[in-house]
């Protein structure tokens, strides 16, 4: 597949043309066109749809009003109303549990104002959650045509004047390392052109507080000892323990469904006039302006915390809206219980054992880790044994690379040129005059994106300039050490950078990582969970990693190794996105110590041939599961 597909948007004149296909996938634009063909990539910020007249086309959700699969939306809330509204909740946050199935979910309520012809969504939000749970909202408020968000202070507050009027704030913040959480500033994007902040500035708050003789929420006594009780579960630690995580969802996330209950008791009457109700009234305020002045049949979304939506549905219901149903969302999840039974490890076992068999001597040495994105791994065989990298450590040395020039990424490469200029820099002094020469060349005054684009799959460039971006990389970074010391603080131990790529193995030792520590990495970029980079970067990321779209619809995202001095290593590792199940993780390690009886180009054809077999098998069986 050619992977410079291409992208179109909203306005572009190739859209009007597009014809029916066999596939019946449908992309609903905003503009009423509707295109149809087959969908082969749906993610939070865009659609890929394949076309018979005008192929690949990417579709960003901004302009998307629903994707459709047989006639039904993906989305909980689709375009039609739902036959049945149901009762309304009375909350719109709740901890549910069914056996293991337990998590923290917030509601969205749909109501429908009919002279305006228009819908309007109350999109309840917690603080901090799972990545993937702001990218549905986010997708889903894309949709929209117009997003009246939650922003007290509107740019004049402090982070410390937030949190004191925002108790369950400062609460989940303080939480969201022990959770391993993200944070939602951190995770949604806000500048859209038809998203709107709809709050109240702060002294505005704070005046309302004051004449309703009301404390600040940190200065009332049962927030107070509620934070103190929740932050005293979470003072245990084991931050990095997955386990000790769930628990700790479990124990605190009940606590957090509650706050609507603690907030409704008369003692609270005050804080919640000024904190939920003033805040209110000024966000119908603005929908009843864009009723009664706006085009007719739009979809426009409030988005605010979770607490404030009951209250937002009585002053729905007032203004003679219609209730139209409501749709939850997993915020917090509990991760399935690991499967640990030998009959589950059996066909993996057999798998790799059969690999080495084949290869025909005692010298095949391998390290593999498999399994869904989240969770636990379903397979592994000795995935905490460092072993020599190759290039497959350079998808960790992405995603340091984008997340420090996230807000710069198509800009020429700060530092770059100080490390071309240098005859003696340790980037490039390895290197042959003639070759470093032809180097400076094609990567003077590109871009970290064109970096990761040379660094990744080499695209356009020869093996030099392919590994002299990493080298690059590296130097930015703060050389092998300070690489080594930012993957160790973002992904935990398991891999050592300890020289630049073509360097002598033998001087300074080889750049380590283990299967673990690759599955680490690769299930953050599939799963989202990368805190502190936003999500629009962590795509970025995954594009660099794309490779091609399997026949099934997979889409295959892959970084591989591959070392012929001793010791010999071959090695893949990547994540199958799938159509319908989660991503797929895998990291596969095969070593030799040296070529042993057989000549090196022999035993360099028989590492890769086995390596590339007991992928291939590893990945079949896996797929199996599920």
């Not at 923290?104 to 012809?117: I, K, N, P, Q």
């Not at 971006?469 to 930015?476: E, G, I, L, P, R």
Request: charged letters at 25%; aromatic letters at 6%; hydrophobic letters at 40%.
């Amino acid at each position: 597949m050619d992977r410079f597909t291409q992208r179109v948007v909203l306005g572009i004149a190739v859209l009007a043309g597009a014809s029916s296909v066999a596939a019946q996938d449908r992309v609903v634009l905003k503009s009423s066109r509707v295109l149809t063909g087959t969908v082969v990539r749906d993610t939070r910020s865009e659609v890929e749809l394949v076309d018979d007249e005008i192929g690949h086309v990417h579709v960003p959700w901004t302009v998307i009003r629903a994707v459709e699969r047989e006639g039904e939306s993906l989305d909980t809330l689709g375009l039609p109303a739902p036959a049945a509204p149901g009762e309304r909740p009375n909350t719109y946050v709740r901890w549910v549990r069914d056996g293991d199935d337990q998590g923290l979910e917030t509601g969205t309520a749909r109501w429908h104002h009919a002279d305006s012809d228009t819908t309007v969504f109350l999109v309840g939000v917690v603080h901090i959650a799972d990545r993937p749970y702001f990218g549905q909202l986010q997708r889903f408020l894309d949709s929209c045509d117009l997003v009246l968000f939650e922003g007290v202070g509107r740019g004049a507050a402090t982070d410390e004047d937030l949190a004191r009027l925002d108790t369950m704030m400062q609460m989940q913040l303080s939480l969201r390392g022990a959770l391993g959480l993200d944070f939602q500033k951190d995770c949604v994007e806000y500048d859209r052109s038809f998203w709107r902040n709809s709050d109240v500035p702060i002294d505005e708050v704070l005046a309302e507080l004051e004449s309703r003789g009301a404390s600040l929420p940190t200065d009332n006594p049962l927030l107070a000892g509620l934070t103190k009780m929740v932050l005293g579960i979470a003072a245990s630690g084991g931050e990095r323990d997955p386990t000790y995580r769930d628990s700790l969802k479990s124990r605190v996330g009940p606590i957090l469904a509650k706050a609507d209950e603690i907030m409704s008791r008369p003692a609270m009457s005050g804080m919640r006039g000024a904190i939920l109700e003033h805040r209110n009234a000024h966000v119908v305020t603005d929908l009843e302006r864009e009723f009664a002045g706006g085009p007719r049949g739009r979809r426009i979304a409030v988005f605010y915390g979770a607490g404030h939506l009951p209250d937002l549905d009585d002053r729905l219901e007032a203004l003679g809206l219609r209730f139209e149903g409501a749709a939850w969302h997993r915020a917090w999840d509990i991760a399935p219980k690991p499967i640990r039974s030998r009959d589950a490890r059996a066909p993996f076992d057999a798998i790799v054992r059969e690999a080495i068999d084949a290869h025909g001597d005692d010298g095949l040495e391998v390290s593999a880790w498999i399994g869904p994105a989240s969770g636990m791994p379903w397979f592994t065989r000795d995935a905490g044994d460092v072993r020599a990298a190759a290039s497959a450590i350079k998808t960790a040395y992405l995603v340091e690379l984008f997340a420090a020039f996230e807000d710069s990424l198509d800009e020429p490469l700060a530092g770059l040129d100080a490390i071309l200029d240098d005859p003696d820099h340790p980037a490039l002094v390895h290197f042959e005059p003639e070759v470093r020469a032809a180097v400076v060349q094609k990567m003077r005054g590109v871009s970290a994106r064109r970096v990761a684009q040379m660094m990744i799959h080499g695209i356009g460039v020869d093996n030099a300039t392919y590994n002299a971006a990493a080298n690059v990389t590296t130097a930015v970074l703060g050389g092998p050490e300070g690489l080594t010391e930012r993957l160790t603080a973002r992904f935990g131990p398991g891999a050592a950078v300890r020289r630049y790529m073509l360097a002598r193995r033998d001087v300074t030792g080889d750049n380590e990582v283990s299967a673990e520590f690759l599955a680490r990495v690769l299930s953050a970029v599939a799963s989202g969970h990368l805190p502190g980079i936003r999500a629009r970067t962590i795509e970025a990321i995954r594009d660099q990693l794309f490779l091609e779209i399997h026949a099934e619809g997979s889409r295959h995202l892959s970084k591989t190794g591959a070392l012929d001095t001793d010791p010999m290593t071959r090695i893949s590792s990547g994540i199958l996105v799938r159509p319908d199940a989660e991503p797929l993780v895998y990291a596969v390690m095969c070593q030799r110590a040296d070529p042993g009886s057989r000549s090196r180009e022999d035993a360099v054809s028989a590492l890769e041939a086995s390596e590339a077999a007991l992928t291939r098998a590893l990945l079949d069986a896996a797929s199996g599961r599920r």
